[in-house]
């Protein structure tokens, strides 16, 4: 799409200059309006021209048109692929389908030949892998290098990232680099099939609505996807995806740093990402103290210790463990909330679990809404007398 001024129109009266938020128009010498190169296609400008002399157009050949395909990053650390790369690869097989397009999978490392044999694994058609000894670990320089080239060259519409840590960075300097859009911590993904656009929703003003957001001029869309969001896919049994090696075009000189060691943060005996089951405590934990109940509950479960972003805030546990919109976002099996009200920035990072129950003394708490189990009572009652039942049933167990 591109922005055009019918010059026979133009009145020079300046309106186009004053709402464009962006200064993207301004005045040429013979008083007609320009269009600069900054301008994002908002619109604006058209509305307010009182002689209709700007108009949106489609560019035939350019920007939106022939890109084909939809692709997904693999993720890896220390030789292991990211838990939400296969996630995105099933969420993506199914965006493939609807557009009647191939998934690619884009694979680079040190030893990345090895990593898509198990990338292959799942429902993909292709792989492109770029293996070489110096993108060992990630550095932003070289990863958008070598995923500029892949892109340019084989122009997918779709390209999808796990929202993580080093997803954000990468997700982020290669849209910069590709000069197209980028929506960041999606949880949902579909297609408008009429127009072939990505329909990419994320919470917004504070996870207070979920906006639905289009990128229709730029391709490829870029969405980045919080893990644990989508599905795990099923492996395949059919033949293996075409894997097609790439010649590297970075370089040991495009690292800008050198990586010494790494250091475990041992932070976290928290791993609530991979955690099956879950007991978090909100504000009606009422103090740190009370975490302890919560521990021993996860303890005789084998699970992990969650928490609200009250809970946090009030400094009763590290953040370490909270879950939800600004926290981590979870799956597990079973997820046991006490003493959580339910406020949607909370319900976005756990409501996709498989069981939900929830503890509560007030009734009308939002929580119950999205609970498949539902407790109203006093969770100092209710927890501890969980506890002595699932201690009871195990030592019977273990004589049995």
């Not at 007609?32 to 604006?44: D, H, K, P, Y």
């Not at 894997?243 to 370089?251: L, Q, V």
């Not at 495009?254 to 955690?275: P, R």
């Not at 302890?292 to 809970?311: H, N, P, T």
Request: aromatic fraction near 6%; glycine fraction near 8%.
């Amino acid at each position: 799409m591109a922005l055009k001024v019918i010059k026979e129109r133009c009145t020079g009266c300046g309106l186009c200059v004053q709402v464009c938020p962006y200064n993207a128009i301004k005045l040429s010498d013979e008083n007609v309006a320009e269009i600069l190169e900054s301008c994002i296609l908002c619109g604006q400008c058209i509305e307010a021209c009182p002689m209709k002399a700007l108009l949106m157009e489609e560019k035939h050949g350019e920007e939106a048109t022939g890109y084909r395909g939809v692709m997904v990053f693999v993720e890896h650390e220390f030789g292991r692929i990211n838990h939400v790369s296969f996630e995105l690869l099933g969420k993506g097989r199914e965006l493939a389908d609807k557009l009647m397009v191939p998934l690619c999978a884009m694979v680079m490392g040190d030893g990345a030949k090895d990593m898509a044999k198990e990338v292959g694994a799942y429902d993909v058609d292709e792989i492109c892998v770029v293996d070489a000894p110096h993108l060992r670990e990630y550095q932003t320089n070289p990863y958008v290098r070598e995923a500029e080239n892949i892109i340019n060259e084989y122009r997918p519409e779709i390209v999808l990232i796990g929202a993580t840590t080093l997803g954000r960075d990468f997700a982020g300097a290669l849209a910069t680099r590709l000069e197209t859009g980028l929506t960041a911590d999606c949880t949902g993904l579909d297609i408008d099939l009429e127009k072939r656009l990505l329909l990419q929703t994320r919470p917004a003003f504070g996870g207070n609505i979920m906006a639905t957001i289009l990128c229709p001029y730029k391709r490829p869309q870029m969405s980045t996807v919080r893990p644990k969001v989508m599905p795990m896919p099923e492996k395949v049994t059919k033949d293996g995806a075409h894997i097609i090696e790439i010649e590297p075009i970075s370089t040991p000189k495009d690292l800008l740093l050198s990586i010494l060691d790494f250091i475990k943060d041992t932070a976290g005996t928290v791993n609530l990402a991979d955690a099956d089951i879950i007991v978090s405590g909100g504000r009606g934990i009422k103090g740190p103290e009370n975490f302890k109940m919560l521990f021993e509950l996860a303890q005789v479960l084998g699970g992990a210790v969650g928490a609200s972003r009250a809970a946090v805030d009030s400094g009763w546990i590290p953040y370490a463990h909270q879950v939800g919109q600004t926290g981590r976002t979870v799956r597990p099996k079973l997820y046991i909330a006490c003493g959580i009200s339910g406020a949607i920035q909370h319900l976005a990072g756990m409501q996709t679990s498989d069981i939900i129950v929830a503890i509560n003394k007030d009734p009308e708490a939002p929580i119950f809404k999205v609970a498949n189990y539902g407790i109203v009572g006093d969770l100092f009652k209710v927890v501890p007398e969980i506890i002595r039942q699932v201690k009871e049933r195990k030592a019977k167990s273990a004589v049995s």
